[in-house]
């Protein structure tokens, strides 16, 4: 079973950057697909982006596309989320996520999740 404890989370103004860190336990990381959630309040939770199990892929939804960045370091067992010219509307609980399965958008196809961290974004 693999564990994921994420950090970075914090309150920021618009425009300014957060990088956010997931860390995973185990010795089967580079097994995963790593996803990255979020869910704002009074919304569902939205897909954010993806990358591949070795790093060579990454995916990003479109209102993400250009500012954020999702890169994975398998040797320290973490992946990351670099925000970069953040807007009042990424105001939202972000979340790490990990499956063996293909990719998906779908949050139901991913096996584990990290505890999520809440990103604030003033205007």
């Known amino acids: ?8 989370g914090g309150l920021v103004q618009a425009g300014s950057s957060l990088r956010l860190s997931c860390v995973a336990s185990g010795r089967t ?7 990255w959630f979020r ?16 790093g060579g892929n990454t995916y990003y ?3 993400v596309k250009g500012r954020f960045t ?8 973490t992946v990351y989320l670099q925000m970069n010219s953040l807007k009042a509307e990424d105001t939202a ?13 779908n949050s139901d196809s ?3 999740w990290g505890q999520g961290t809440q990103v604030t974004v003033s205007s």
Do not use: H, W
Request: hydrophobic share 30%.
């Open 39 to 54: 869910q704002a309040p009074g919304k569902e939770r939205e897909f954010v982006g993806g990358i591949s199990r070795s």
């Open 1 to 8: 079973q693999v564990q994921l404890v994420l950090s970075g």
């Open 110 to 112: 991913y096996d584990y």
């Open 61 to 63: 939804t479109d209102s």
């Open 93 to 105: 609980v972000y979340y790490c996520a990990a499956t063996t399965s293909t990719f998906s958008t």
């Open 70 to 77: 999702i890169s994975r370091d398998n040797a320290k067992n």
């Open 29 to 35: 990381f580079s097994r995963y697909y790593m996803g």
